[in-house]
Nanobody, 122 residues
């Protein structure tokens, strides 16, 4: 089970840090991802971190977002800086328990959090 938090309303240029807490002690074995879905749009990949700590980002957030994990706390984070109105979406964390490796694809993830709303005003 995943519990996402940290969303909110922020002005353009501001920052937010999302957290995703996992209830399973085997969290450290999972690849973890963040996805987002804006109104009227399909869900899209944002960032991922493998069990070994390798990170991946979609092009639109490179240099602004950072994904990290704390295995001692069973938590993955998404630090979002220099936010833009186009970052407005519901953000979801997800766990790839089988380490499939196709980190950009939603179908690779077995467990999803409930989502947290991020709204960036211009």
């Amino acid at each position: 089970q995943l519990q996402a938090s940290g969303g909110g309303l922020v002005q353009a240029g501001g920052s937010l840090r999302l957290s995703c807490a996992a209830s399973e002690r085997t969290f450290s074995n999972y690849n973890m991802g963040w996805f987002r879905q804006a109104p009227g749009k399909e869900r899209e990949f944002v960032a991922a971190i493998t069990w070994a700590g390798k990170t991946y980002y979609t092009d639109s957030v490179k240099g602004r977002f950072t994904i990290a994990r704390d295995n001692a706390k069973n938590t993955v984070y998404l630090q979002m800086n220099n936010l833009k109105p186009e970052d407005t979406a519901v953000y979801f964390c997800a766990a790839d328990q089988r380490r499939r490796g196709t980190y950009w694809a939603g179908y690779a993830y077995d467990v999803w959090g409930q989502g947290t709303q991020v709204t960036v005003s211009s």
